[in-house]
Nanobody, 118 residues
Framework: QVQLVESGGGLVQAGGSLRLSCAASGGRFSRFTMAWYRQAPGKQRELVASVTTGGNRNYADSVKGRFTISRDNDKNMVYLQMNSLTPEDTAVYSC????????????WGQGTQVTVSS
């Protein structure tokens, strides 16, 4: 069982930056692909960014060039640096851990609110 705890959300003005953190415990962190998802009110949850066990990163088109995902396997942490924020980035951001073995093993954090004011 892996526990994921996000932090770093808050209220920021458009054009500002935030850094989200996700602390993982209880499992073999390095074996999981880590990702950040977000869900805005009235919208479906969307994948924001992911980083594989090998360090390969993928981003949603809407955040490319503005957001950076990183992981620290020694500290069991994953981060999302968010720059040039816009009101459209307002959402609950959730940390996700997924591993494809004989079955798919997936865990979610509780989420952290990010609000960008115009």
């Amino acid at each position: 069982q892996v526990q994921l705890v996000e932090s770093g959300g808050g209220l920021v003005q458009a054009g500002g930056s935030l850094r989200l953190s996700c602390a993982a415990s209880g499992g073999r962190f390095s074996r999981f692909t880590m990702a950040w998802y977000r869900q805005a009110p009235g919208k479906q949850r969307e994948l924001v960014a992911s980083v594989t066990t090998g360090g390969n990163r993928n981003y949603a088109d809407s955040v490319k060039g503005r957001f950076t995902i990183s992981r620290d396997n020694d500290k069991n942490m994953v981060y999302l640096q968010m720059n040039s924020l816009t009101p459209e980035d307002t959402a609950v951001y959730s940390c996700n851990a997924i591993m494809f073995a004989m079955t798919t093993i997936q865990y979610w954090g509780q989420g952290t609110q990010v609000t960008v004011s115009s």
